[in-house]
């Protein structure tokens, strides 16, 4: 409902801007096409590595490798996992739900689901083209230090 209502209100604003300046609008609506573009042959092999991703490293076979027992191995081979894999947030928290029902420790979910929001290594590409290298190597680093963090804490606490 809210991707029709903001569809829908892009393409009336676009009608009011054709309107107002149509010269303006065309080229406003050019440089939107080269961006998609440019996007789209960033997001299709990412949407590729991500099927890939989730094919190998199936529910129980990510379980298997970060479970209760698997200890500091585990939570960072969890965030490892985490930082490549590439999935969105309502599918990330049900999918740690799965895990832990399947045998996979708090701690390594923990760091699994933190760096799987936080880190972006499959979008890295994407990132160093808007932000800079820099940024976002820093970005990134700091993201895994932090998921890391978070983990060693939850492991503390159970």
Avoid: C, W
């Avoid at 309107?19 to 998609?36: E, G, N, V, Y």
């Avoid at 939570?75 to 399947?102: D, K, M, N, R």
């Amino acid at each position: 409902m809210t991707a029709i209502f903001l569809y829908g209100l892009v393409l009336v604003l676009f009608i009011i801007s054709t309107f107002k300046d149509p010269h303006k609008s065309k080229q406003a609506l050019k440089i939107s096409l080269q961006t998609l573009i440019k996007q789209m042959s960033r997001v299709i092999p990412m949407m590729f590595l991500v099927g890939i991703i989730l094919a190998v490293l199936n529910p129980a076979v990510i379980s298997l490798m970060i479970g209760k027992q698997s200890g500091f191995l585990g939570i960072l081979l969890a965030l490892v996992t985490g930082a490549v894999a590439h999935l969105p947030s309502f599918v990330a928290f049900p999918f740690g739900a799965s895990l832990l029902a399947q045998g996979a420790g708090y701690a390594q979910i923990a760091a699994f689901v933190s760096s799987l929001m936080a880190v972006g290594v499959v979008s890295l590409g994407m990132e160093i083209d808007y932000f800079g290298k820099k940024v976002a190597l820093l970005r990134n680093l700091s993201a895994v230090i932090v998921s890391l963090v978070f983990a060693l804490i939850i492991e503390g606490m159970v």
